[in-house]
């Protein structure tokens, strides 16, 4: 008897897996593991949305901060590569993202929240920072860009 998926959720993983390996194809629950593959896929782009949003946050907080330490800056230049690399080996390892339909996505779920992060940590009154994204692709893939 399979465990229901909403009861006990890991261990219905595990009978899931379990069933795929054994060739058990008549067991398995297909309704809710299409449901899980289509989620797995989301949350890759929702990661392409986050590492967009921390580094478009970053060049923001760059741009528009002009009374900063060099402490901070050397931090925001720090994160700005880190996201960058995160960024790329990220598309690498998932080429479907790069779909224009999906980059267009991530980009704009990533601008709003990069926006609202850089408004947030730098205390400055928002409407110092531009409404629309004023980075293209490109730029915020480019290691050599900065506003």
């Known amino acids: ?23 058990r194809f008549d067991l398995l629950d297909l ?6 593959v289509i989620d797995m896929g989301k949350s890759e782009q929702r ?27 050397k931090s925001w230049i720090n994160t700005i590569r880190t996201q960058r690399k995160s960024l790329s080996r990220h598309l690498e390892q998932n080429p479907g993202l790069k779909n224009p339909a999906h980059m267009e996505q991530a980009l704009e ?7 609202d992060l850089a408004i947030r940590e730098t205390g400055l009154d928002p409407d110092l920072f531009p409404e629309d994204n004023p980075y293209s692709l490109e730029q915020l893939l480019d290691s050599e860009y900065r506003p």
């Open 109 to 115: 779920d990533g601008w709003d929240d990069g926006r």
């Open 1 to 23: 008897m399979s465990t229901a998926y909403h009861e006990d959720f890991f261990t219905w993983t595990q009978e899931q897996a379990a069933y795929l390996k054994q060739g």
């Open 31 to 36: 309704e809710h593991l299409a449901e899980e």
């Open 47 to 73: 990661e392409l949305a986050h590492r967009f949003a921390m580094l478009i946050g970053h060049l923001l907080k760059l741009q528009i901060q002009t009374d900063r330490t060099p402490t901070n800056e």
